[in-house]
């Protein structure tokens, strides 16, 4: 089985924490690197997006892509934010992802779950969970490789 789960689990405290696994993330992208985010309205999907942006370089705020579906950035590498929230899934399929999910970018892709057949069989899953007021579990989950070894490196970071 090429596409092994590789769990790691975060426990953010403050936007900062949030922001310190989102640059250890951005840090060591690669183009091609996709990354779908999941967890309630609020608890972090967008903030977690602006953090990774401005430590991969882009300048300007990232907002969060309610009407475009698609924004696209300049960072280190380019960087395409999505936010599938208020499309539907047949939407979506039109769209033709696969052109910005196995470009030369990083993808970052808010509400994945409402996409996930369409999502690359490897990838990045973020689950975001509101525990408390600034507390919120982050369980990062890569499927397939290089995606484990990236979570197994963050896991050596903050075991
Ligand atoms: P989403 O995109 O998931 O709906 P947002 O990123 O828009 O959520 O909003 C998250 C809100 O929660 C922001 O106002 C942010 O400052 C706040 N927040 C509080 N604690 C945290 C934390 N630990 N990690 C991320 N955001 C947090
Ligand atoms: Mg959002």
């Given amino acids: 089985d090429n596409n092994v789960e590789t769990v790691f689990t975060y426990r953010s405290y403050s936007p900062q924490d949030t922001e310190q696994l989102a640059a250890a993330i951005a840090a ?18 967008t903030a977690f997006s602006q953090s990774f ?3 991969l370089g882009v300048e300007g705020i990232v907002s969060s892509p309610t009407f475009t579906i698609i924004k696209e950035y300049k960072g280190r590498l380019p ?4 936010d599938v929230y208020r499309i539907s899934f047949q939407e979506a399929d039109e769209l033709g992802l696969d052109e ?23 990838h990045m899953h973020i689950h975001m969970e509101t525990t408390g007021l600034d507390e919120r579990i982050i369980t990062v989950t890569g499927i397939g490789e290089p995606y484990g070894e990236l979570c197994r490196d963050l896991s050596q970071k903050w075991g």
């Avoid at 060591?28 to 999907?45: F, P, Q, R, W, Y």
């Avoid at 910005?100 to 490897?122: A, D, H, K, N, T």
């Fill in 100 to 122: 910005y999910f196995y470009g030369q970018g990083v993808c970052l892709v808010e509400w994945s779950s409402i996409i996930q057949e369409l999502m690359p069989p490897r």
């Fill in 28 to 45: 060591v992208s690669t183009a091609g690197l996709v990354i779908g985010l999941d967890g309630d309205l609020g608890a972090g999907k």
């Fill in 53 to 55: 942006a401005r430590h």
């Fill in 79 to 82: 960087l395409y934010h999505m």
